[in-house]
């Protein structure tokens, strides 16, 4: 595996364990805070959460070309404008696309391991610095992007939403999770190269 590879894979695996750190958080705030308004532009934890999956289910389909549900993810995309929802908003269109919530939580667990799958079934001799995706985005325009940026963009994607949802937590009056990469590798005694 190279080096490159062996960065993303550390990414991969990190992104897992921060979800991991983030859900067990989520899981004890209560409902009502969980499904509030929380000045996020997904609306509420919830919303931000099936953001966070549908987005990774998107990068996963362009990344494996399995684009059986693409077409389906790419319209609930559309149809969920980024437009700021009014301060009195009592909900959002992302909060429908999981509704349950310890359903949408076992969907990002388990589309967290499948980037780890994805990525440790690479081939060693894979160049991803010169590998590029081509593909229709949410747009509709065909575009052909850099495969080592995009992975990157993968997992930063889920760092800024935990973020957000981090600071919601503490600004509903609870305690937010760690979820910095140095602790991720000081825990897994993890050696990206």
Not at 130 to 135: D, H, R, S, V
Not at 175 to 193: C, G, R, S, T, W
Request: with cysteine; hydrophobic share 40%; aromatic share 12%.
């Amino acid at each position: 595996m190279s080096v490159v590879q062996k960065i993303i894979l550390n990414q991969a695996r990190y992104n897992l364990w921060a979800n991991q750190q983030l859900l067990t958080s989520v899981s004890e705030i209560p409902e009502d805070s969980y499904r509030a308004h929380a000045g996020l532009i997904f609306r509420s934890i919830h919303g931000t959460l099936n953001h966070i999956l549908v987005a990774d289910k998107i990068w996963f389909a362009r990344f494996t070309e399995n684009y059986e549900n693409y077409e389906e993810l790419s319209n609930f995309l559309r149809m969920s404008s980024n437009v700021p929802l009014a301060k009195d908003a009592t909900s959002s269109h992302w909060e429908s696309f999981v509704p349950d919530r310890k359903e949408l939580s076992a969907k990002i667990i388990e589309q967290s391991n499948k980037w780890i799958n994805h990525i440790t079934s690479l081939p060693s001799t894979l160049d991803i610095e010169n590998k590029f995706l081509t593909y229709t985005n949410s747009s509709g325009a065909t575009v052909k992007t850099n495969a080592l940026v995009d992975y990157l963009h993968v997992f930063n994607h889920c760092t800024h939403h935990r973020g957000q949802i981090s600071a919601a937590i503490t600004g509903f009056g609870y305690k937010a999770p760690v979820m910095d990469l140095v602790y991720y590798n000081i825990q897994h005694d993890e050696k990206p190269f």
